[in-house]
């Protein structure tokens, strides 16, 4: 099971930009799909954005399309998300998810098709 390591988060300004990446190790990286969700306080967790095996399809929810890109390197075995535009609503824990090996639709945002989670990086903007 891939071990993922989040870094990059703090607190910006509304309007500035934060880079979010995570690190993953123990796996063959490019046997997961790699998701970003975040948790705000007293919310439940939710999907924002999901890469695919190769890097070549993205998909967003609509909160953040616009704003937030994902991208991974798999030569480096990462996964990052630039966040620009940020808004107090975009408050949150951070966390990488690697899909479930063999066994993810692509599109899917549901949690549960996601196995392995980081500890999660905390995002607070300021109005």
């Known amino acids: 099971q891939v071990q993922l390591v989040e870094s990059g988060g703090g607190l910006v300004q509304a309007g500035g930009s934060l880079r979010l990446s995570c690190a993953a190790s123990?796996?063959?990286?490019?046997?997961?799909?790699m998701a970003w969700f975040r948790q705000a306080p007293g919310k439940e967790r939710e999907f924002v954005a999901v890469i695919s095996w190769a890097g070549r399809n993205t998909a967003s929810s609509d909160s953040v399309k616009g704003r937030f890109t994902i991208s991974r390197d798999n030569d480096k075995n990462t996964v990052s998300l630039q966040m620009n535009s940020l808004k107090p609503e975009d408050t949150a824990v951070y966390y990488c998810?690697?899909?479930?090996?063999?066994?993810?639709?692509?599109?899917?945002?549901?949690?549960?098709?996601?196995?392995?989670w980081g500890q999660g990086t905390r995002v607070t903007v300021s109005s």
């Open positions: 123990g796996g063959r990286f490019t046997n997961y799909a």
């Open positions: 998810a690697a899909s479930r090996p063999g066994g993810y639709v692509w599109g899917s945002q549901a949690i549960t098709d996601f196995g392995s």
